[in-house]
């Protein structure tokens, strides 16, 4: 079945890592941004510590974006709470090939939320007690040494927070609440195994070739590509479209590539810079609260 592209009112608004523009990634405080300025949906990303506990971290090691040094799969829960979350480095900080210090702001209050690594369940939590406000993403990082351990704590967390009855997502405003992301096809492959009925997006950074389109994915999940893919194939937007499958573009975070985005009637699209983008789309505020059901 193709699917129509979207009119710039319908296009979700996704805050990568949460407001990452506002807060350091992944810190509660980066997604409650994101639920004040009435972002459609959060992104985060799951890795598995050594003693099976799931945590919103994107890169394989913490030294970027914490005080600490260490492969997140290799240290306890307890170990990576030792040290505090940060900034992320700007780009091209380096000097003479050596990384910069972590930047640590004056201003971030260091309470328990902001300075400690978030576990996907303190996440859940936190959006589940307003339900409806905003819909998550979640990203699987792999390779990882714990393989198909991540997908199996994944499902069930989302089991225990009432996210998930069985292999369907609970819908909000009519739409699943949650949705898994991987590069990996054997994750998705896991999932769908796991859980069916809960949306999959296979995330890609090269071009697909145009014969197999329509066997990137079942019909029902989704494919999300890169702006770089996207600029480079903009029709690859309709061919995917043609084929039944939603698109969700990423990271797309300059004005001019939100307006191409948008020009190409993309399903969502995920951002640091959140507010920039609702501006973009006329939205000026959170939306009203949305009812379960």
Not at 109 to 118: I, K, Y
Not at 248 to 269: C, E, K, T, Y
Request: glycine share 8%; charged share 25%; proline share 8%.
């Amino acid at each position: 079945m193709s699917l129509p592209p979207r009119a710039p009112s319908e296009i979700e608004v996704v805050a990568h890592r949460g407001v990452s523009a506002e807060a350091p990634e992944h810190t509660l405080a980066a997604y409650q941004q994101a639920l004040t300025l009435g972002a459609d949906a959060v992104e985060c990303d799951v890795r598995m510590t050594r003693d099976g506990v799931l945590v919103c971290v994107h890169d394989r090691r913490i030294n970027r974006t914490s005080t600490g040094r260490g492969v997140v799969s290799a240290l306890d829960l307890a170990e990576l709470e030792q040290h505090r979350v940060v900034r992320r480095r700007p780009r091209g900080a380096a000097i003479r090939g050596r990384p910069s210090p972590p930047v640590v702001e004056d201003d971030e209050e260091p309470d328990e939320d902001a300075g400690r690594v978030l576990t996907l369940d303190r996440l859940l939590e936190y959006v589940t007690a307003s339900p409806g406000r905003v819909r998550l993403a979640i990203e699987t990082k792999h390779p990882t040494r714990h393989a198909g351990q991540v997908e199996a704590a994944l499902i069930t967390s989302l089991r225990r927070f009432g996210l998930l009855a069985g292999g369907r997502p609970l819908e909000w405003s009519g739409r699943p609440a949650v949705r898994v992301m991987s590069f990996s096809p054997t994750a998705l492959r896991r999932v769908r195994v796991l859980a069916p009925d809960l949306p999959t997006v296979h995330l890609v950074r090269q071009i697909l070739p145009r014969t197999r389109t329509r066997t990137v994915l079942p019909a029902g999940t989704a494919v999300g590509p890169s702006l770089a893919l996207v600029r480079q194939d903009p029709g690859l937007v309709e061919r995917l479209h043609r084929a039944g499958l939603q698109v969700h573009v990423w990271v797309v975070n300059r004005p001019r590539d939100m307006q191409f985005a948008l020009s190409l009637g993309v399903d969502a699209i995920i951002t640091d810079e959140a507010a920039l983008l609702m501006q973009l789309l006329g939205r000026d505020g959170p939306r009203p609260s949305m009812s379960t059901g």
